[in-house]
């Protein structure tokens, strides 16, 4: 695996695309799964663990790389499966999410593949582990499951998700409830973690699940008459997501006369890897890296102050 990560800052021409390319991994069985390269530092063997007093069952242990100490999450065990046995041929995945480096405990990496956002599909009703799962697609007609790690972490490493005193006060609430922001996110614990918080601004908020589902939403609403710019205060999107990633959704909703004047704002867990550049690039007005409650509570507020009449 050694030549696996070497050329992730290429890769970054994808962006802007609706394109990814899926790092391929399998745990307990032989069903496969996925997870973006962006998300991705680095692929090794399971390196040396060492057991820490009071560690979540999920944290196998925490190992030294590079001079930094991470936990070791066993992505099998946090979706409800035994632990992984035999480390020893087992690998880790060191992934970056939301400022926080971990590495993830898997038995075999198996490949790189490139793909479009569009092959990427919501996960259909009923099939095994979907409450840890944003999205699915086929990779030689095999099915690739792709994680909800956000909802892992906050089930391993919860988040604060509460906004500081001070930072909203009576009048901006009251202020805030004649106003909606649509948001746009696969996983189901971004959403939830986006719309509390938004909700304690003051606003009214829509969730939906994808780019295609609120490209699909915005657009039957100007089809109705209605002015959109002006009815929503906002939009906070994801950026990873199935169907239509949030790149994608920007420069669409730029390239419609009808939607062209809607601040959005793009919302991710890229944060170390994250090209400031394509924000420019597909016309997004904001960016802000999950999940900061007090940030993302103060972009709202700044954007009902700038919208006052």
Known sequence: MAGVM????QRTQLVGQNRLELLLFRLAGNQLYGINVFKVK???QCP???MMPKLHPVVRGVAH???GTLPILDLNRATGGPGLDNLDTAFVII???????QGFLVRSVERIVNMNWSEIHPPPKGTG???????VTRVDNQMVEIIDVEKVLAEVVPTNEKISEGVINKETQAEALTRKVLIVDDSSIARKQVSRCLQEVGVEVITLNDGRQALDWLRAQADLGEDVSKSLLMIVSDIEMPEMDGYTLTAEIRNDPRLKNLHVMLHTSLSGVFNQAMVKKVGADDFLAKFKPDDLAQRVIDRLHATRE
Do not use: M, P
């Open 6 to 9: 070497d050329s992730v800052n």
């Open 42 to 44: 680095e692929v090794l």
């Open 48 to 50: 040396r663990l060492t």
């Open 65 to 67: 790389i590079r001079g």
């Open 95 to 101: 992934t970056e999410y939301n400022y926080k480096v």
């Open 129 to 135: 582990r979907d409450h840890y799962l944003t999205a």
